[in-house]
């Protein structure tokens, strides 16, 4: 509270005088020397009214008012202070010997403005140049102390334009000591901001050097419910300059917020939504930069560590950094139950919150031993965060997954809704495992390469899975399909080889889909084992969370028999059966297009014996007959004219 000692410091002599003089002298000359006195010293023009006189007891002292001290020019009000009332106490023996000691001060219902300039410019500073600047020089309180300050029942009002905040205080009570006002001082305050109490506790190691602003110990505690802020090292109250180690306690939301005068983003689970912990080594410049070193960010009941620079911007603050962290949580994350998905509970409607985005631009990169990401588990991750205006981007440069490895990057971008996308590369991942998170069926065994490329956009999972698009590609070496014996149906066309210990080894298995508003469109799969081969087509929607694909799989061969199967239904429990009917329709269609092809070859013999046609290479019976007809007229009309011409 540099202000308020720097008003009491300029404020003793006037008082001594006052104390002094006013036996001696009329009250209205009393009160004009000190204001002259008060001008001189700080720059500031002070009014002090009539009602002046001095205490005997219970104290020596002085009580004057009402005071007003005056704001620069430049200040958004008149007043620094007013006040209905200020008393002094003085101890009587020391000022035998010229020093000031107050045994107390109190000052009755003040209305305080301070404001800070965009330039730096503070009200509170005082000095020969009207306060439009910090004081220099040693403090004009050398040798006051005080034994207890006190305010009561204050009004506080901050402007600071630097950052566009403005803060009201009402109910403000401030208790002070300083024995020396060189040395150790301390102060505590309470007080309201918009209904929440808050506090405020301080102490420094020499008060004359602070106030003077110079760099100085201090230590601070501030609460506001349940969220604490300490800060202990070095500070200049001038220069906004500090050094020292920080801790704080954030996880006080609607306590914050009334301070604040406005909501916080909202974080998800995981990052901030119940509890927000910070313990560090902090300097911050006079140009606003905040440098953490030695940082210890507890967010829910993840842990990260690191260092990092949050810099001033033009329209928002940017953060570098780098942080290591045993397991991360990211957004959307399932942690439900086992932790497995259930494949038909749908996916989240819930909507996703990104609006933190926007808060800061940011350079990061990170460590973790383990991250959930959606419903995907990644061990040890090497990662690069860029956001800016709101738009992440995340560039894997290692991440361990399911016994294999991710690559690529993805994009979070919440400038105007949300939409995601990415271009992936896995590889060697166990695909078990990776499609129970996905999908919440186990039925694909074997390890894969996948390549994904994709964006979507919505508020919620559920939302930007059904817009979903892009490409996927999945290469697989050895490997098995439970709840299906693909021979054992083929050789016995036995629709029951399925379920329970049922099961399908191949060598090699692969696949392309077209992703278009969730839906995943295929047509090339292709199976290769040692007793059979299989294709396939059908679809995968995403976002519906279901498949209809037909499965075609052929015994023996390309001269062995191929029998069809259908796989539809949801991806967790699909109904798995032998299509007789779509096979019974092929089987149709081929006798009909053999029926088609010999109808074609007799009418084609009959044309060339009755009519004399024959078909070129490449040219159906209709052409043809026209062109043998176009032969038959131009030979006819070359005959007619050829009589005409001889005469015959």
């Keep these: 509270m540099r202000w308020l000692m720097r008003i009491v410091s300029s404020l003793l002599v006037l008082v001594l005088l006052l104390a002094?003089?006013?036996?001696?002298?009329?009250?209205?000359?009393?009160?004009?020397?000190?204001?002259?006195?008060?001008?001189?010293?700080?720059?500031?023009?002070?009014?002090?009214?009539?009602?002046?006189?001095?205490?005997?007891?219970?104290?020596?002292?002085?009580?004057?008012g009402p005071v007003r001290i005056a704001n620069p020019d430049w200040a958004a009000g008149p007043d620094l202070l007013h006040a209905d009332r200020i008393a002094i106490g003085l101890e009587l023996g020391p000022l035998f010997d010229g020093q000031i000691r107050m045994t107390e001060v109190e000052i009755d219902k003040p209305e305080l403005l301070l404001e800070r300039r965009k330039d730096g410019r503070t009200t509170w500073a005082m000095g020969g140049s009207g306060g439009s600047g910090p004081a220099s020089g040693a403090s004009s309180g050398a040798g006051m102390t005080l034994g207890r300050g006190t305010i009561r029942d204050g009004r506080l009002r901050f402007i600071d334009r630097q950052s566009g905040t403005e803060i009201e205080m009402t109910d403000v009570n401030i208790d002070a000591a300083i024995p020396d006002f060189d040395g150790p001082a301390r102060i505590d305050l309470r007080g309201l901001v918009r209904g929440q109490p808050v506090t405020l506790n301080a102490s420094v190691e020499a008060l004359g050097p602070l106030l003077a602003g110079e760099l100085g110990a201090i230590e601070l505690q501030a609460g506001a419910g349940k969220a604490a802020f300490g800060f202990k090292g070095k500070a200049s109250l001038a220069r906004a300059e500090a050094e020292g180690h920080l801790t704080a306690d954030l996880g006080d939301r609607p306590a914050l917020e009334a301070v604040l005068g406005r909501p916080l983003p909202d974080l998800p689970e995981g990052l901030g939504a119940r509890a927000i912990g910070l313990s560090a080594d902090l300097t911050r410049t006079a140009k606003g930069a905040l440098h953490l070193r030695k940082a210890e960010i507890a967010l829910?009941?993840?842990?990260?560590?690191?260092?990092?620079?949050?810099?001033?911007?033009?329209?928002?603050?940017?953060l570098q950094g780098r942080f290591t962290t045993e397991r991360l949580t990211l957004p959307g994350s399932t942690t439900q139950g086992d932790g497995k998905n259930t494949g038909d509970a749908g996916w989240s409607t819930t909507p996703i919150d990104v609006s933190g985005l926007s808060a800061l631009d940011a350079e990061i990169t990170l460590s973790a031993g383990a991250i959930a990401a959606g419903p995907l588990k990644l061990g040890q991750t090497q990662a690069g965060v860029t956001l800016d205006r709101a738009r992440a981007v995340v560039k894997l440069t290692e991440a361990a997954a399911y016994s294999g490895g991710i690559t690529g990057q993805f994009v979070l971008n919440g400038r105007q809704g949300l939409s995601v996308g990415g271009d992936l590369s896995l590889k060697e991942l166990n695909l078990q495992p990776l499609l129970q998170d996905l999908t919440g069926t186990d039925r694909l065994l074997g390890r894969g390469n996948v390549k994904l490329s994709f964006l979507g956009s919505g508020a919620s999972v559920d939302a930007i899975l059904r817009s979903l698009s892009?490409?996927?590609?999945?290469?697989?070496?050895?490997?098995?399909?439970?709840?299906?014996?693909?021979?054992?149906?083929?050789?016995?066309?036995?629709?029951?080889?399925?379920?329970?210990?049922?099961?399908?080894?191949?060598?090699?298995?692969?696949?392309?889909?077209?992703?278009?508003?969730?839906?995943?469109?295929?047509?090339?799969?292709?199976?290769?084992?040692?007793?059979?081969t299989a294709g396939g087509a059908g679809q995968i929607d995403l976002g519906a969370r279901s498949l209809d694909y037909r499965l075609l799989p052929r015994l023996g061969g390309d001269d062995g028999v191929e029998i069809p199967v259908l796989i539809k239904g949801p991806w967790a429990s699909p109904k798995i059966r032998l299509d007789l009917e779509w096979l019974t329709q092929k089987r149709l269609d081929a006798e009909k297009a053999r029926a088609e092809e010999r109808a074609k070859a007799r009418l084609e013999e009959l044309a060339k014996d009755k009519l004399g046609v024959t078909p070129q290479e490449g040219e159906s019976l209709e052409t043809a007959a026209k062109r043998r007809a176009q032969e038959a007229l131009e030979a006819e009309t070359g005959r007619i004219l050829d009589k005409i011409l001889n005469g015959n």
């Design 300 to 318: 829910d009941d993840t842990v990260i560590t690191g260092e990092a620079d949050l810099l001033p911007g033009t329209d928002r603050p940017r």
């Design 470 to 532: 892009g490409d996927i590609a999945v290469k697989m070496g050895k490997g098995e399909i439970l709840g299906l014996d693909i021979v054992g149906m083929l050789r016995t066309m036995d629709p029951g080889y399925v379920g329970e210990g049922k099961r399908t080894i191949f060598d090699t298995a692969g696949m392309t889909a077209k992703i278009t508003n969730g839906i995943a469109v295929s047509d090339d799969l292709n199976i290769a084992a040692n007793l059979f």
């Design 20 to 64: 002094l003089m006013v036996f001696l002298m009329p009250k209205d000359r009393i009160a004009r020397l000190a204001e002259t006195e008060f001008a001189r010293t700080t720059g500031r023009v002070i009014e002090i009214g009539n009602q002046i006189r001095p205490t005997i007891w219970p104290v020596l002292g002085v009580t004057a």
